[in-house]
């Protein structure tokens, strides 16, 4: 691992009140994940393969996406700096990954096969509170997101995203963000109009 990525891996985990990882854990953790950069639209992994590695977004802008039946790119999910990469589903289910997670812009990751990072959990308690975590959060993450289809207006979806992703907007297409809120690019214009978003 180059000394600069070692730097932001000490800054990003070891650092983070919320992970709470202490030294020896985070060498741990050191030993297993290597860094990896991802171009611009190259991707993590891709609908219908294993999903057999797990990152850790240290840089970059990541969507979850799949094509539907009508040949619509729909957006799911956005991944941003310090939150963790894996198909979760098809870990568990023991399936193919049913999304493709997709680099928005370059981005630099730490990388780990699962099984890997499953023996150094197992009986570790600091690394299975930090996986816990991580996971807790993309699950909340995902909760929120689908709820708000049930209890929020398409309006009232943009301003949680603003208030999610501060600055995100920036880094994604217009199309990706319409099919994550579940509108047309028209739609989302027209919000961003009515809030004096565009001028």
Do not use: W
């Not at 009508?70 to 990469?85: A, M, P, S, W």
């Not at 929020?152 to 809120?181: G, T, V, W």
Request: charged fraction near 25%; glycine fraction near 4%; hydrophobic fraction near 40%.
């Amino acid at each position: 691992m180059s000394e600069t990525v070692h730097n932001e891996f000490e800054m990003n985990f070891l650092k983070n009140p919320v992970l709470s990882l202490d030294e020896k854990s985070t060498a741990i953790l050191r030993e297993i994940f290597k860094p990896k950069l991802i171009g611009k639209d190259g991707f993590f992994v891709q609908n219908g393969e294993q999903s057999t590695e797990m990152g850790l977004i240290l840089k970059g802008v990541f969507r979850s996406f799949y094509i539907d039946q009508n040949g619509n790119d729909v957006t799911k999910y956005f991944h941003v700096q310090d939150e963790i990469l894996f198909s979760y589903y098809a870990h568990l289910s023991q399936t193919k990954a049913r999304y493709s997670i997709q680099a928005l812009e370059d981005s630099e990751i730490l990388v780990t096969k699962i099984s890997e990072f499953e023996k150094v959990v197992e009986g570790n308690y600091p690394l299975l509170l930090f996986y816990k975590k991580m996971v807790d959060a993309m699950l909340v993450k995902k909760e929120k997101h689908a709820s708000s289809f049930t209890l929020l207006s398409s309006s009232q979806r943009y301003q949680q995203f603003l208030a999610d992703y501060p600055c995100l907007e920036n880094h994604i297409k217009q199309y990706q963000l319409a099919s994550y809120m579940g509108i047309t690019p028209v739609t989302l214009s027209r919000i961003r109009k009515n809030l004096n978003l565009i001028k």
